[in-house]
């Protein structure tokens, strides 16, 4: 048996030996956002009209969805991060890599829709999430994503897509406002997703990362780290220091294991 402590590291290793070795792609910047300031993310995360809208979207949500915390699921507090983000930012086409059982998903349909008649969301995962023995299945929900938008009825504003965001984003011929990046956390990934997801943003578009550990410290009191999503944005910054990264950091709510810690971290550039 190998401790837990020395696997991590060895698997870091690996994961730094693979990103190393990754070949230097373009970043392109010119549509991504530069006028976000840490001040503006906290305005977002303290507006009150919001913050209403949300405990009546939470009550409607949960009715159907339930409250599941299952192991994958982005935490309740950083849906909550989300509707506030995509109430606040208002994106009309809205990308989505690493659906699993659609914790995120079901809240950002929901967003879209109370911000605009005509937004909607394409949501990418390499499996097919709405298998009858898809991840829901295996995480104690009673259906698949799909069917859950459906009963909320918000069905006709999702695309699922079956493939790898490497395939996904390389093939598609659609342009986002909004990216969120919470797929493969391996660090050669998100190096590459971040610069094809780059090519697919509309003017002032965002790309928002999940499990993102500054420094690669932890977050939460489990102690874990996921250290790829920053590894990966360490090694693009070092290449493009026009590009920098906000992380949310604290949000005023609690997330995961009684804290108010998040990994939501936003991509951004300089002005
Ligand atoms: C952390 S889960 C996403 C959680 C989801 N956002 C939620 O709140 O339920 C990561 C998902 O990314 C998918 N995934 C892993 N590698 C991928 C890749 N290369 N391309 C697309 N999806 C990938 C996995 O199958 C998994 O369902």
């Not at 698949?144 to 093939?171: E, K």
């Not at 992380?247 to 300089?270: D, I, M, V």
Request: charged share 20%.
């Amino acid at each position: 048996m190998i401790p837990t402590p020395l696997l991590h590291h060895a698997l870091r290793q690996r994961d730094r030996i693979k990103l190393n070795a990754t070949t230097a792609r373009d970043f392109p910047i010119q549509n991504l956002r530069t006028n976000i300031k840490p001040a503006d993310l906290d305005s977002i995360f303290q507006n009150q009209e919001t913050a209403a809208h949300w405990h009546k979207t939470l009550e409607a949500i949960t009715a159907i969805y339930g409250t599941t915390t299952a192991l994958g699921g982005v935490n309740p507090g950083d849906r909550r991060a989300l509707y506030y983000l995509v109430s606040a930012l208002k994106p009309e086409n809205l990308l989505e890599i690493g659906t699993h059982i659609g914790a995120s998903t079901v809240f950002l349909a929901e967003t879209l829709r109370q911000n605009s008649a005509t937004a909607r969301m394409t949501t990418v995962d390499i499996l097919d999430v709405n298998d009858p023995k898809g991840p829901w299945k295996r995480s104690g929900l009673a259906m698949p994503p799909r069917d859950y938008l459906q009963q909320l009825g918000m069905d006709s504003r999702v695309a699922f897509c079956a493939l790898s965001s490497a395939h996904y984003l390389q093939t598609t011929t659609e342009r986002f406002d909004f990216i969120f990046l919470d797929g493969d956390h391996a660090s050669s990934t998100v190096y590459n997703e971040i610069s094809w997801a780059l090519r697919l943003l509309k003017k002032d578009g965002v790309i928002l990362l999940h499990d993102f550990y500054p420094d690669a410290q932890p977050l939460f009191h489990d102690k874990t780290i996921i250290p790829g999503p920053f590894m990966a944005v360490e090694r693009i910054i070092k290449e493009h220091p026009e590009i920098t990264v906000i992380p949310l950091g604290q949000l005023p709510w609690e997330t995961k294991s009684g804290t108010h810690g998040t990994s939501l971290a936003l991509l951004t550039r300089r002005a």
